[in-house]
Structure formats: structure tokens, C-alpha cells
């Protein structure tokens, strides 16, 4: 698989406003050895930055492919391939940051239940149930694969007090481009 021309250990974790974040990531046809090691690599990078999920946008590889860890422990990842929420319910709104959006936070209303179907890395579809965190953090991944952000689902004032923090962003990568 083309990692978009980017070698494995050159992966790192990328900030807005790079263009992967923006991207509709690509279906995922055949789980062979590299989409086991960007998974792999992907899972590393989130203990790394502790983070609890991190989508394959987030290191400018705009495939269908997420990993999760809610409590953090090494060991629980989870590995979602073509991830697909098949149902929602309820509503909960907390506190969300990402990795991608240094320094910004916001509340965003989330589903506090879903089901979701994913493929594993043996090739597995398999459908899970998830509620609270794990739904929280489901949603907000499968939000990266479509090209979304938490800022697009913050408050018109949270959106305003977040502003010149993005401005920010937008000049730190313009200087190291
Ligand atoms: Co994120």
C-alpha cells in the first residue's frame, strides 16, 4: 500500500491545518503487511502522545483505519478498519480535545451509545456495541475519516474563543513550509 509516499518511520502526527485532516480517507481493500504496520505504527504514535484514538489522516494517510485505547493501558488497543456506525442513541456532550488541534478544547454532543462495524487486522468484520468514552471517541475518529474536526462541531462561541489559536496553527505551518 502507498503510505502516501511517506516511509514508515518518517509517520508522524500531523496539525491543522494539513490537508489530510480535510480529506474523505479511502476504503480500505486488502489488510496486507503495511496496513498491519501503519496500525501498528498508529498505535504507537497515540501512547506515545497519550492519547486515547488516533484516525490514519492524523499521519497524512488518509485511509479508512482507526485505533482506540479508552483507558490507556498498553495492551487494549483496539483496531478499527473500514469503521462503519450502523446505529446511534442518546446524546451526551463533554469535553473534547485532539491531537491534531494542539491547545484547543470544546464541548461537543456526541451519540453516548452506537454500534459500530469494523473490520480487525486478522480480517474480521466484527460489530460492537460501545457506549460513553469509547462511543465518544468512535465518533470522533470515524469524524477524522470523513475529513471532520472537533472545531466544526463546537459552539458559534466556542468556535470564536478558539479562533486565534487556529490562526496560530495556520502561521506555525506556514513558517515551516
Ligand atoms: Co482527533
Known sequence: MELNGISLDELGIVYYPHPALRQRAKHIDEIDESIEKLARKMVELMYANKGVGLAANQVGVPV???????????????????????????????????????QIYGNVRRNKTVIIVATDLAGARREMKVTDLLARIVQHESDHLDGRLIVDRFSVLAKMSCRSRLKELEALARKSS
Not at 479508552?70 to 463533554?94: H, M, Q, R, S
Open 64 to 102: 479508512r483505519l482507526f485505533v482506540a485505547n479508552p483507558t490507556g493501558e498498553k495492551g487494549n488497543e483496539l483496531i478499527f478498519v473500514n469503521p462503519e456506525i450502523v446505529e446511534a442513541n442518546g446524546w451526551a456532550e463533554a469535553e473534547e480535545g485532539c491531537l491534531s488541534l494542539p
